[in-house]
């Protein structure tokens, strides 16, 4: 089972990028990397998705480099809104999924 | 679509006391999930089912059942509840066990 590290929590302000490093060490050959996010009392939401490389959607980036031990959320231009707590988990086909404590994101006007 | 629905939304029980949480898709999703979130921590996988018919223990299965009734609906059941057992639990469905989507939670009280 692959186990994620990522920072407890990080500030920043309006219009600003964020980026949210992960850290998986131990990710297996058939592992995708997958983002989302959580507000207060609500499920959490699918932000994004990649393999390896680079992915951008129409709300974030993600970079994944070579070895994959890594991963990069890029969130450009936070807003008030964006607030939130982020999580990073690896897996593929197997189900059992570890989800971490993910970053407390606080954005300051 | 509704998407992923669950129901009671709340729910207090005394020590002892049995229930059973709802969650139904409309996704035609393969796999879904039970999973509890504690105040401060990430979500912890109880049980998920890959497919109609199967069911498989997750992080934190102890105290609870599961029963994969169709393709649309998954349960879980709470046979004896402990006050341990307090927490918000989500229900989540995906296609091919990648992006996962959450029903709005159940928040559950054992006193």
């Known amino acids: 089972l692959a186990k994620t590290t990522q920072p407890i929590s990080m500030d920043s302000y309006e219009g600003q990028e964020v980026n949210i490093t992960c850290s998986h060490n131990?990710?297996?050959?058939?592992?995708?990397i997958t983002w989302y996010q959580q507000f207060p009392s609500q499920g959490p939401r699918f932000i994004i998705q990649?393999?390896?490389?680079?992915v951008t959607n129409e709300v974030a980036s993600l970079f994944i480099p070579a070895d994959r031990k890594s991963s990069t959320l890029s969130l450009p231009r936070v807003s008030l809104s964006d607030t939130a707590v982020y999580y990073c988990l690896v897996g593929g086909n197997n189900r059992k999924l570890i989800w971490g404590l993910g970053t407390s994101l606080a954005v300051n006007p | 679509n509704a998407g992923v629905t669950q129901t009671p939304k709340f729910q207090v029980l005394k020590t002892g006391q049995s229930m059973t949480l709802q969650c139904a898709q409309d996704?035609?999703?393969?796999?879904m999930y039970w999973y509890r979130q504690d105040p401060g921590m990430g979500l912890r996988l109880i049980y998920y089912s890959a497919s109609e018919g199967t069911t498989d223990k997750g992080e934190v299965p102890n105290g609870y059942n599961v029963s994969r009734l169709n393709k649309r609906e998954f349960s879980l059941r709470l046979e004896s509840a402990a006050p341990s057992q307090t927490s918000v639990y989500f229900c989540a469905s995906s296609l091919q066990g990648h992006e996962q989507f959450f029903g709005p939670g159940t928040r559950l009280t054992v006193l």
């Open positions: 990649g393999y390896k490389t680079k």
């Open positions: 131990n990710i297996a050959t058939n592992d995708y």
């Open positions: 996704m035609n999703h393969n796999s």
